[in-house]
């Protein structure tokens, strides 16, 4: 039923004037019945169903939408407030639009750098890069690039990962001819997409056969921008790709927007990591890549076993570390003890920019973000004086309002929803605002990074959302407690006060002719209709200009100047006679009205 008189209304209303109609015409033939004429039945009728609107109310209080029509009608009061004073709006809408345009372009900048995981990973708060720490001269060294070798020994003899995974990135030359160009490739073990939920749309990816130690295939998985725009989409499985100097077999295409644990650099292919290394040319001889440890070129990902803890899997890995460290000076007798060395190793989340080898741009990332955070909260607090003097001229309505039976609670939502649809325009034009900045923000801090529109980024369109309503909400402290303390009989009489004090300004309401009133000792007034000097009273001793200078737009007094005692105090009513004029002159009149 809340779902029917949320979207079906009309038809509920005219259901509900249909059923009072029946109980009134039923009411109605009783008292006929009963030898009442038809005029005096319905208004018994009427009378004993205590008021036809007063139903109408309670009964849509019972539907329990009474809160959307409240909310419906404060956005439509908004609305009309905001063409009544484009001004207003305006000003409301540029102070918190660029606020809200700087936070979101800043948070898409941040959101890659440190805390939005790859596509496609599984479980990301499980999965870590793994960094080994040794003391060189002194100082500790932290290193994220390790040795296959390294990796292999961590792979037999931790515990509390699996799968362990190595992978790295670099640029190649791809193609052959006048075709070849530098490209992005990354070599992977087989167990690098068990990390990812993620199928390929053609093909297949390759497996431990395919990435055999020391006899790895020749084979790629190419990423799907790459072959939508090399191959134009068209089957490739089976086709030969010149990557370096292997000619690699395509054997499948990963899924639109995978790119790998490195969203911002993104691959164009995915290669056997040691298909790669035996031809990588980093080695004297071939199986050099995975029988010694001073080779540091590859780096090494985990994902923590369910139940173990980080202090645990730091644990565990330090000791298989330890050991591979104890295998390392076994063939190399210069490797430092491990009592020089102190090796030991720790995982951090996968985000580069999180770990302890994080770049300059995520801090400078970060205090930019800071100083967007400040001028948003700026933007709050002018927001929120404009909205308070905007509250004070509103007073006097905001009692009316009380007086007429508004609870306080319903006031205060209005003032909160009138500045929530401000804050509402402010986002579209914060967002527009981002999609501009965000070009210069990218360029600064992930060159080379893939472009993504804000409109199809859903994480920072809920970060624009929230922002908007935590300005809103800080924007609406200030009104609301402004009118949530006012006293309202308070207000009131200030409102009489002002009204009787334009009445005196400006001539008794009753005047037919509508002439200004003056208030001069030394001048009558302008208009000498019985209305007018009746209700003058003189006010010469709040004068301190001449008294022509009070006639509006210099208009001249039709009246003949009257003479006035120096110590007049003007304070004289109708019927009173002033002294200080007495002094002078005895007229019958008081000369100061």
Known sequence: MWLRALFRRAEVERELDDELRFHLERETE??????????????????????????????RDARRTAWIDAVAHDVRYAIRGVRKRPGFGLAVLLTLGLGLGANVAMFGIVDRLLFRPPAFLK?????????????????????????????????????AFSPLVAFDARELAVGRGEETRLMEVAAVSASYFDLFDAHPVAGRFFGAREDSLGAGAPVAVLAWAFWQTHYGGRPAIGEVLQIGSLPCTIIGVAPPGFTGVDSDHPVIAFMPINSY??????????????????????????????GVSVAAADADLTHA????????????????????ALPRATIAPIQTD?????????????WTSGVALIVLLIACANVANLFLVRALERRREYAL????????ARLLGHIVTEIAVHAGAATILGVGLALTGGRVLRALFLPGSLATSVLRDPRALAFAGIAALLAAGLASIAPSLDAGRADLSDVIKDGARESSGAARAFGSRSCSCRAPYRSCCSLAPACSCAACTTSARCDWASMSSPCSSSLPNGAASSSPTRSRSPSCTGSAMKHERCRACRAR????????I
Not at 285 to 303: C, E
Not at 585 to 592: I, L
Request: overall charge positive.
């Open 277 to 306: 290394a035996m031809s990588a040319g980093y080695f004297r001889h071939p199986s050099d890549y995975y029988a010694k440890y001073n080779v540091w070129w590859m780096s090494v990902l985990a994902r923590r076993r369910p």
């Open 354 to 366: 999180r770990g302890p080898k994080a770049s300059n741009v995520s801090r400078v990332a970060l």
């Open 123 to 159: 479980d990301p708060g499980r999965v870590h890069r793994i960094y080994m720490t040794e003391r060189v001269d002194g100082s500790d060294a932290t290193a994220a690039q390790t040795a296959y070798t390294r990796y292999r020994d961590l792979a037999r003899w931790s515990t």
């Open 401 to 408: 309002r009380l007086a007429l039976g508004v609870s306080r």
């Open 30 to 59: 009783k008292y006929v019945r009963q030898g009442m004429t038809r005029a005096e039945a319905e208004r018994r009728a009427k009378q004993a169903f205590g008021g036809l609107e007063r139903i109408k109310d309670d009964t």
């Open 321 to 340: 570390f330890r050991l591979s460290y104890e295998a390392e000076r076994a063939t190399d007798r210069d490797t430092p003890t491990l009592q020089k």
């Open 585 to 592: 002159r005895s007229p019958s009149r008081c000369h100061s």
